[in-house]
DNA sequence: GCATGTCAAGTTGTG
DNA sequence: CACAACTTGACATGC
């Protein structure tokens, strides 16, 4: 079966979540910081069980949770603990709550760190900071049931080998909670699948194939090959693929093909993708009602392949 | 109230 | 060399 996940938020269902930025916390005195962390981190972990709720509603299989669930945590001056903040028991049986209600309703839950966390670094500072952004994933990832924390490899620096050389040391390194969550996805403008693949295979690390950057960083891997290949990366450590879609904002033959659209094209959907067993990601800016579009259309398709 | 500029962090490619 | 694009709002500020 396909299953089909939504990104982080929604557009028209009221599911919200709040933010704060150091500049606004470092002033306040720390039982302040505390305490405004401790109202934000209450809110965002209470719609998340909302956001999980709203999801399994609508049908969709998957949700991507926000990195700022928690924000700032792991910044070197306004960074706190769970334990630290007033609301933290209830936060954590919130939490659990989110847990069982995922794993009850099968709601596949994943990460996805933004572009500061870069493992194949040549600056170690860049590095340790990415682990501890990591270990708070992962944390996070073990406290609600989810099994994907997804990065890109990170930039090329002129050689992509060794780069990925850099990446694969670290790796070797990282805590087991990370170890055993981490996958890479193929890129936009640096790393293809053929460029990961290989990797990935040696060092038994998923892939997620995201089909919209592989067609705009394309290499000699069709989508079937690159699906195939990728699934294996999957299936041999006794997983369930994943992979992202989303269409280009004012079509292929416009100089934006990068930015990412309102919905899905159906023509973008890749063929060799029905009647798989994978999960796929729809990024696209309609967020929850791109993906119930994607499903009816997915469906539709299914139709016209029985009935032909 | 409402509009507007800002927000921790990295890297690449464009103008 | 500066800035936008990745993702995207929500927040903080100032009128």
Not at 3 to 27: E, I, N, W
Not at 61 to 77: C, D, K, N, V
Not at 197 to 214: A, G, M, N, S
């Amino acid at each position: 079966m396909l299953r089909f996940g939504l990104c982080c938020l929604f557009k028209d269902h009221a599911v919200s979540f709040r933010t704060t930025t150091v500049k606004a916390l470092v002033p306040l005195p720390r039982n302040e910081q505390l305490l405004k962390l401790s109202a934000i981190s209450l809110h965002n972990v209470q719609n998340l069980l909302l956001a999980l709720k709203t999801v399994q509603c609508l049908g969709i299989g998957a949700f991507r949770i926000m990195s700022p669930l928690f924000p700032r945590m792991t910044h070197p001056e306004a960074g706190y603990s769970l334990e630290q903040l007033p609301d933290g028991k209830t936060i954590n049986a919130s939490l659990k709550e989110c847990k069982d209600f995922a794993f009850v309703h099968q709601i596949r839950l994943s990460f996805h760190p933004d572009q500061f966390v870069v493992l194949s670094s040549p600056n170690p500072r860049v590095v340790a900071n990415s682990i501890m952004e990591l270990q708070y994933q992962a944390a996070l990832a073990e406290a609600v049931g989810a099994d994907v924390i997804n990065i890109h490899a990170g930039g090329a620096y002129g050689d992509k080998t060794s780069a990925l050389n850099r990446f694969a040391a670290v790796f070797a390194e990282l805590p087991e909670a990370v170890r055993n969550r981490l996958t890479l996805e193929n890129d936009d403008v640096s790393y293809t699948p053929e460029d990961l693949l290989p990797f990935c295979e040696q060092q038994r690390i998923p892939l997620v194939y995201d089909v919209h950057h592989h067609r705009c960083n394309p290499d000699s891997l069709s989508i079937e090959e690159a699906t195939e290949r990728a699934c294996l990366t999957w299936t041999s450590v006794g997983r369930e693929q994943y992979c992202h879609l989303s269409s280009p904002r004012n079509g292929w033959d416009s100089g934006t093909i990068k930015s990412h659209a309102d919905f899905i094209d159906r023509n973008d959907f890749p063929d060799c993708w029905l009647g798989r067993n994978m999960t796929v990601d729809i990024e696209a800016k309609a967020k929850e009602l791109a993906v119930v579009k994607v499903m009816e259309d997915v469906e539709a398709l299914n139709y016209r392949l029985r009935v032909q």
